[in-house]
Nanobody
Framework: QVQLVESGGGLVQAGGSLRLSCAAS????????MGWYRQAPGKQRELVAA???????NYADSVKGRFTISRDNAKNTVYLQMNSLKPEDTAVYYC??????????????WGQGTQVTVSS
């Protein structure tokens, strides 16, 4: 059994910062690409940023230059530093990870989501 537990969401004023964390735990052999997605009310879930196990990152155009994704492979944890937040960043943020379990199976796992609200 694998779990992703997110933390760090909350309410912040426009221009402020938040840092999200997501820790994977359980029967993990290796963790490959990890990422953050978000879903605003009435919109589809979209990729915010992703990072490979080797540290290569990619970002949605809307967050480039403001958000930074990083990871600690030893802790199976991924972070999202969000700066210069805008009201349009308001959404539920979900962690995602491609994980190979100790049983040898590969699956895509999701966290429960954490709310980020940016007030104007």
């Amino acid at each position: 059994q694998v779990q992703l537990v997110e933390s760090g969401g909350g309410l912040v004023q426009a221009g402020g910062s938040l840092r999200l964390s997501c820790a994977a735990s359980g029967s993990i052999l290796s963790t490959n690409t990890m990422g953050w997605y978000r879903q605003a009310p009435g919109k589809q879930r979209e990729l915010v940023a992703a990072i490979t196990s080797g540290g290569r990152a990619n970002y949605a155009d809307s967050v480039k230059g403001r958000f930074t994704i990083s990871r600690d492979n030893a802790k199976n944890t991924v972070y999202l530093q969000m700066n210069s937040l805008k009201p349009e960043d308001t959404a539920v943020y979900y962690c995602n990870a491609a994980i190979i379990t100790q049983a040898g199976s590969w699956s895509n796992y999701w966290g429960q989501g954490t709310q980020v609200t940016v007030s104007s």
